[in-house]
């Protein structure tokens, strides 16, 4: 039978490392991901990982399973490592990181980093609180409910923020498309 995350928890806050190591194992890579996300380099992302983890078994006795999964908790974690990471640096240091496995066409692999890349520009450019909705809930996958405990809000406060947070990268992203073709998007003067 597989353990669930509380019981993880419950048995690392007592010492078992194995129970421990189960539960990083299982979690580091969706923690991992959100704070790459949120900064846009790996570097941070490894040390928010890291400290994320440590921060739970510190803080671990804090958990509530009625307000949320662990999964949750430490997602919670994490924003607030990211935020102050991001409260220090200056966004001009902040490193894009391109892990995309290129195809066979050359060409076919250019287009497809370049559009990567601007989505995650886009992503990297909306305000922090939008930012972070977008990467829980459309790029981790998160429920509303799951966001808004780690991001100790109302699931209704989720909802909006994620609602503005897409028109926002929409605009951003049509922005950029329309930057190459000035002609087809520019609108029509009658």
Same mark, same amino acid.
């Given at each position: 039978?597989?353990?669930?995350?509380a019981?993880?928890?419950?048995?690392?806050?007592?010492?078992?490392?194995?129970?421990?190591?189960?539960?990083?194992?299982? +979690?580091?890579?969706?923690?991992?991901r959100?704070?790459?996300?949120?900064?846009?380099?790996?570097?941070?992302?490894?040390?928010?990982?890291?400290?994320?983890?440590l921060?739970?078994?510190?803080?671990?006795?804090?958990?509530?399973?009625?307000?949320?999964?662990?999964?949750?908790?430490?997602?919670?974690?994490? +924003?607030?490592l990211?935020?102050r +990471?991001?409260? +220090?640096?200056?966004?001009?240091?902040?490193?894009?990181?391109?892990?995309?496995?290129?195809?066979?066409?050359l060409?076919?692999?250019?287009?497809?980093?370049?559009?990567?890349?601007?989505?995650?520009?886009?992503?990297?450019?909306?305000?922090p609180?939008?930012?972070?909705?977008?990467?829980?809930?459309?790029?981790?996958?998160?429920?509303?409910?799951?966001?808004?405990?780690?991001?100790?809000?109302?699931?209704?406060?989720?909802?909006?923020?994620?609602?503005?947070?897409?028109?926002?990268?929409?605009?951003?992203?049509?922005?950029?498309?329309?930057?190459?073709?000035?002609?087809?998007?520019?609108?029509?003067?009658?």
């Amino acid at each position: 039978m597989i353990a669930t995350d509380a019981a993880l928890l419950e048995q690392a806050l007592t010492g078992a490392e194995d129970a421990f190591t189960a539960l990083y194992r299982r +979690r580091q890579g969706g923690v991992y991901r959100f704070a790459l996300q949120m900064t846009g380099s790996t570097a941070i992302a490894e040390d928010v990982t890291q400290e994320a983890f440590l921060a739970l078994l510190l803080q671990g006795t804090r958990y509530d399973e009625t307000r949320g999964t662990v999964a949750s908790f430490l997602y919670g974690i994490a +924003r607030n490592l990211v935020l102050r +990471r991001l409260d +220090r640096r200056a966004w001009a240091e902040l490193e894009i990181d391109d892990e995309c496995a290129g195809p066979e066409d050359l060409l076919e692999d250019l287009t497809r980093r370049e559009s990567i890349e601007q989505v995650r520009q886009a992503v990297l450019s909306l305000p922090p609180v939008f930012r972070e909705v977008i990467v829980l809930c459309d790029l981790q996958d998160s429920s509303y409910e799951e966001a808004a405990m780690a991001l100790d809000c109302p699931v209704g406060t989720v909802r909006s923020r994620l609602n503005r947070g897409r028109t926002m990268l929409a605009r951003k992203l049509r922005g950029v498309a329309c930057a190459g073709r000035s002609i087809e998007c520019s609108p029509k003067i009658s």
